[in-house]
């Protein structure tokens, strides 16, 4: 049985920097499956599309398809954008079996990408001492979201045994900013920004800058294609490859009853 096809649904932008990091996560997954047909695709500002990419498929055969969205949370993109690209697929492939996974954010192994990346950031503008911290995302309209993101902030600074106050680029919360403004009212002065973004874009740029006016002494650089993602990815994939399972077909082709479908925990 062929495995279904992956494509990664990442953000799209004018920035060459942005998409750059979905076919890193794409070069990263080979390197685990290099068996498994992947493929990128973005949900705006640049091509391909997933359709665009979806009719390649199609063209050669193929039937059946997981998108895993790279997003770094359940915002609008994944309630809206994720949802009427699967419809659009539908409608125009009947025949093709397809599904999305969940994002692969808010997952709490993406922590330890920020852990590293804030270290080196710390190195490089040789800050020894931290008395408190700020968790910086992109942020929406969405509480839920927030809320999940908020979570993982929580996590951290638990890890770490700081304040850190949750920022938010867009929607509803403090900005970088504001987060620092209420540490350093706390009278915290060394302050260092946690970057929970996936790529270099408008937003993080930024926050960054919003983040050293403010007086922070050093600012994580996005996390970038690195393995912890592509080992998300690809969690995501099975576990959504498994909908589209035909128990029945398998019945068939064994001559034995189907197995009932139990929750259990599923390996990369």
């Not at 808010?106 to 931290?130: G, K, W």
């Not at 910086?136 to 850190?164: E, F, I, K, Y």
């Not at 993602?229 to 029945?248: F, K, S, W």
């Amino acid at each position: 049985m062929t495995a279904p096809s992956l494509i990664l649904l990442g953000h799209g932008s004018n920035d060459p920097q942005v998409p750059q990091v979905s076919h890193q996560i794409r070069e990263g997954l080979l390197a685990i499956r290099p068996e498994l047909d992947i493929h990128v695709a973005f949900l705006d500002h640049c091509t391909p599309s997933g359709i665009q990419i979806v009719n390649k498929l199609v063209s050669r055969g193929v039937e059946e398809i997981v998108f895993v969205p790279l997003l770094l949370s359940d915002a609008f993109h994944v309630q809206a954008d994720v949802p009427a690209l699967l419809a659009q697929v539908r409608a125009s492939f009947p025949e093709l079996r397809v599904t999305a996974s969940r994002p692969i954010g808010p997952e709490a192994q993406l922590l330890s990408i920020i852990d590293r990346r804030l270290r080196d950031a710390l190195r490089a503008r040789h800050v020894a001492e931290l008395d408190g911290l700020v968790f910086a995302a992109a942020g929406s309209c969405d509480v839920r979201s927030n809320a999940l993101v908020a979570r993982r902030a929580r996590q951290w600074a638990t890890h770490h045994r700081l304040p850190c106050v949750t920022a938010f680029a867009t929607g509803s919360g403090p900005s970088t900013a504001e987060a620092i403004r209420t540490l350093r009212g706390q009278g915290r002065r060394h302050i260092a920004v946690g970057s929970w973004f996936l790529a270099p874009g408008l937003l993080y740029r930024h926050q960054a800058d919003l983040a050293f006016q403010a007086g922070a002494v050093a600012v994580s650089a996005p996390m970038g294609g690195e393995p912890e993602i592509a080992e998300v990815a690809l969690i995501r994939y099975v576990i959504a490859a498994m909908d589209l399972v035909d128990l029945h077909q398998l019945e068939a082709a064994d001559h034995e009853p189907a197995p009932v479908r139990h929750l259990s925990v599923v390996s990369a």
